[in-house]
C-alpha cells in the first residue's frame, strides 16, 4: 500500500524526475524537481516546493566537553501557505543532513526568490525574521548598515555573521533559526551589492584611468599596481589564470 500511494504522491507532483532518495530503516526522503515526499514509520507527508512559505534551519549543538570536534543537529521545518509543516532532522538525523538541508532551501528558493526581488524593487523593505533588507542596506533591530559598509556575510555553525567594512568585530551574530528562508536572503543581498557594483563601476573606472587612487578598504587600485598598507605590488608581477 505504500509502495501504491508513493506511486500516486509522484503522479501529484507532476512529471518531475527523482534527484535525491534517502532511504533508512525507519524513513525515507524522496526529493523531486517539483517537491519532496517524507515517509516516516507512522506518517507519509508530500509537498509541493511551489506551496513552500518558508524553510527554518535550525542547529543545536550536541558536543560534549571532552569532543575534539563539534557535533551538531540540523533540523529542517517547511512550511507551506496551507497551514502544512513538515520537520525534518527532529526525531532522525539522515547522513549528510545540512547538505540534504541546503538542497531543499535552494528548491525552494526557485520560486521564493523572485516575490521578495520584487517587493525589494518596489521599494519596501524585505523581511527575514529580524533581519530587514532595503534600498539603503541592512537593518538589525534598530541598526542600520548601508550597502557600501558590508564587508562579509556567512554562516558560522548555527549563526548569521554580518561584518562591517574595517571593523572585525562583527556587526551582528543572528542565531540561524530565527531566519527563514536564508538561502533566499543570501540570494538578494548579492543581487543588490551586484546591483550596487554595477552602477558604481563606471565612476571608479573613470577615477582610475584619470590616474587616481581608488580605495577598497585596506587595498587600494592604482595604474601602478596594487598597495595593501605599506606594500606595493606592481601589476607586472601579479599572475592572471
Known amino acids: 500500500m505504500c509502495l501504491y500511494v508513493l506511486a500516486i504522491l509522484s503522479l501529484l507532483l507532476g512529471s518531475s524526475s ?5 532511504e533508512t530503516r525507519t524513513l ?3 526529493l523531486y524537481d517539483e517537491g519532496l515526499i517524507f515517509v516516516q514509520q507512522t506518517s507519509l507527508q508530500a509537498i509541493s516546493w511551489r506551496q513552500v512559505q518558508a524553510v527554518w534551519h535550525q542547529v543545536i549543538d550536541e558536543s560534549s566537553p571532552t569532543d575534539t570536534t563539534p557535533s551538531t543537529r540540523h533540523i529542517y521545518t517547511v512550511s507551506c501557505t496551507d497551514g502544512t509543516k513538515m520537520i525534518i ?3 532522525y538525523q539522515l547522513e549528510q543532513m545540512e547538505r540534504i ?9 526557485r520560486y521564493l526568490f523572485l516575490p521578495a526581488l520584487n517587493t525589494y524593487q518596489m521599494g519596501q523593505p524585505v523581511l527575514f525574521g529580524p533581519l530587514m533588507v532595503n534600498r539603503e542596506g541592512l537593518s ?3 541598526q542600520m548598515l548601508l550597502w557600501s559598509e558590508v564587508r562579509c ?14 571593523k572585525w568585530v562583527a556587526w551582528a551574530s543572528v542565531n540561524l533559526a530565527a531566519v527563514p528562508n536564508v538561502e533566499v536572503f543570501k540570494r538578494l543581498v548579492q543581487h543588490v551589492i551586484a546591483e550596487a557594483a554595477r552602477q558604481l563601476f563606471p565612476a571608479i573606472l573613470n577615477r582610475y584611468q584619470m590616474g587616481q587612487p581608488v580605495v ?19 601589476w607586472t608581477r601579479i599572475k592572471r589564470r
Open 18 to 22: 527523482l534527484y535525491e532518495a534517502i
Open 28 to 30: 525515507r526522503l524522496l
Open 89 to 91: 532532522g527532529k526525531t
Open 101 to 109: 538541508g541546503l538542497l531543499i532551501e535552494k528548491a525552494t528558493a
Open 140 to 142: 538589525h533591530r534598530s
Open 153 to 166: 556575510i556567512k554562516r558560522w555553525y548555527g549563526t548569521i555573521v554580518i561584518k562591517k567594512q574595517g
Open 216 to 234: 577598497f578598504g585596506s587595498l587600494t587600485v592604482t595604474r601602478e599596481g596594487l598597495s595593501h598598507r605599506s606594500q606595493r605590488l606592481p
